[in-house]
């Protein structure tokens, strides 16, 4: 089995900025590809970002120019640096371990791993 734990979330003022990190407890030999996820209160979740072992990312059309997704893959962690906050981006935040990248920030991830979310709550 594996764990994710993500840990960077807070509170931020708009315009302001947060890093994410979501540290896989192990290598994911069947995980093609890490995905951060969001789910704000009444709202569908949504992918946000994605990254594949080939490091191409993906993002979704509300956080491009903003966020930036990236990896370490010698310390099994996931990083998504979110600049430019907007009250918007209010959310639960969630990493996970998937097979592929469908579009648009989203790594297909239903028989994957996730985290247990991480909260982002941006003031205006």
């Known amino acids: 089995q594996v764990q994710l734990v993500e840990s960077g979330g807070g509170s931020a003022q708009a315009g302001g900025s947060l890093r994410l990190s979501c540290a896989a407890s192990?290598?994911?030999?069947?995980?093609?590809?890490m995905g951060w996820f969001r789910q704000a209160p009444g709202k569908a979740r949504e992918g946000v970002a994605a990254?594949?072992?080939?490091?191409?990312?993906s993002y979704v059309d509300s956080v491009k120019g903003r966020f930036t997704i990236s990896k370490d893959k010698w310390k099994n962690t996931v990083y998504l640096q979110m600049n430019s906050l907007k009250p918007e981006d209010t959310a639960m935040y969630y990493c996970?371990?998937?097979?592929?990248?469908?579009?648009?920030?989203?790594?297909?991830?239903?028989?994957?791993?996730w985290g247990q979310g991480t909260q982002v709550t941006v003031s205006s």
């Open positions: 996970a371990a998937g097979q592929w990248i469908v579009s648009g920030g989203y790594c297909y991830a239903d028989n994957g791993y």
């Open positions: 990254i594949d072992r080939d490091g191409t990312t």
């Open positions: 192990r290598y994911t030999y069947s995980s093609k590809c």
